[in-house]
């Protein structure tokens, strides 16, 4: 059968696959897979010519050939070439390429690049840095040199000025490219980078790892997240010897290619890290749930569980997950710029803008408006069109509260939260765009601006977005590279450490965060400080 099987492969080799279909083929032998590696490697050099009779002849080819994995991906012309695949007793089984959910943070998006757009500098220090005590381990881990990272996701801007440095190679593992595009058409993979190892500068912006090397394996597309490329990109991480494999992705199952791949990673001593998901079930996602896997939960700066961090059983560990501030591809991150006047004098304010809201290229300044909740009601009686709508936070959606400023003629509104702090939020979820400004400020201020008003004081706003290269984005995607940093710290102080001596470590170390009656927090927000301390005294 192993000679069959070979000429099996040979055919595969020299097929075409005009329209086909990606499969993943998991073979039981790896002496025989070797001899179909060995071919694939000799493809085009003339090697393949055979005087054995071709015993199963398959109209399909060979994509790539994953030699950590005893794998295929093969491109089958129809389900008929699926089915001679699947019924070869050489082969353990043949699974075809499915799509997990694309990778999207809860809150933070990223607008087309605009010319001509103010630009602001480099981002200060995200909290979720000090919040996991990374400087403090940085001494003892000499920031994490030595140690390498690689991110399986929507790609990278490899030439940002806070990732460039650090970077090290990339490869596209999508099947959308020859491999060698893997630049970041969404902008998750860049953030998540950012936070893992993004270069300390001199305006404070870091990564928890600042001295590692980061990988990209680019396996997410339009069309989601595809198994054939995780399984692919698993095995470039076992080929390149990284310390850890960071994985922002991930949904309500995983495939036996998946599963298969990531037990291998962990048998090569990697350690693997993925997000428990966004849903807020008490069900940790996959990869995530796997046994060999880090499983992360997100928590507020106030490091409190975030309302969508799924957990459960399996999940070990929690980290920042809500407000990240982390690197994008250059000029399309956006940051929101509010400056109020009352009474002649002005000051700028804290503030964020919301998904679906008209971009404010320049400067605009309008008078405020006291429109209470935004209800219809609240509009009856009250002059804002050509204004500026002041809307609280409450009782309705927000997007009820700017369709109802809309039909009022305002050009644009202020919302003021009800909770201290701003959060970010969606007008629409299918793309479109509103044709007004809007921008959130603080409570407080929300609250001040109200009295004047109701005072008779005019009061002014002036709102402007600026392009940045970089964003705030929610989400356990955002909690995920945290804990990929620290365990970079942690192989950077002691190589020697596997997957699952990594894992205790950080689950030991961690500080104790609840009530955690659920396992809401795992073993608590990770501590690199601690953890890297523990990774000296291992043996």
Known sequence: MKLNLFSLILSLLVATSAHAERVIVIMKDSQTFQAAHM???????????????????????????????NTLIVNARN?????????????????KEVFHPAPLPVAGWLSTPVKNTPTVPGAKTPWGIMAVKAPQAWAKSNQGQGARVLVLDTGIDQNHPSLKANFEAGKDFTGESDGSDFSDKVGHGSHCSGTIAGVLDNNGFTGVAPQAKILMGRVCSENGCSNAAIAAGINWGITQKVDVISMSLGGAWSTPGERDAIAKAAKAGLTVVAASGNDGSAKVSYP?????????????????????????????????????????????????????????????????????????????????????LGKDTDFAGKNVKGKYALIGRGEINFSVKIQNA????????????????????????????????????????????????????????????????????????????????VVALIKAA??????????????????????????????????????????????
């Open 288 to 372: 995530a749930a796997l046994p060999t896997v880090i499983a992360v939960g997100a928590v507020n700066s106030d490091l409190k569980k975030t309302d969508f961090s799924q957990y459960g059983p399996e999940l070990a560990v929690v980290a920042p997950g809500a407000a990240v501030v982390s690197t994008v591809p250059q000029g399309t991150g956006r940051e929101s710029s509010v400056e109020i006047v009352v009474g002649g004098k002005s000051a700028k304010v804290n503030s964020t803008t919301f998904q679906g809201a008209r971009e404010v290229l320049k400067a605009e300044t309008n008078t405020l408006v006291d429109c209470g």
């Open 406 to 485: 809309i039909k009022a003629g305002a050009l644009g509104a202020v919302i003021y939260n009800n909770a201290p702090g701003l959060i970010q939020g969606a007008l629409t979820s299918d793309g479109t765009v509103l044709p007004v400004a809007v921008f959130m400020i603080e409570q407080d201020m929300g609250k001040k601006i109200q009295a004047s008003l109701a005072a008779g004081t005019e009061v002014k706003a002036t709102l402007q977005t600026v392009a940045t290269d970089y964003a705030a984005f929610d989400g356990t995607s955002m909690a995920t590279p945290h804990v990929a940093g």
């Open 39 to 69: 071919a694939y490697k000799s493809k085009g050099s003339g090697a393949l010519r055979t005087g054995k009779a071709v015993a199963t002849p398959v109209d399909a080819d060979i994509e790539q050939s994953l030699e950590n994995l």
């Open 79 to 95: 389900e008929n070439e699926i089915s001679k695949l699947q019924n070869d007793p050489a082969v353990a089984y043949v699974e």
């Open 494 to 539: 002691n190589k020697n450490l596997n997957g699952a001596q990594v894992k205790q470590i950080l689950q030991s170390t961690a500080t104790q965060l609840g009530p955690n009656n659920n396992n809401e927090y795992g073993a608590g927000i990770v501590n690199a400080e601690a953890a890297v301390s523990a990774a000296l005294s291992a043996k």
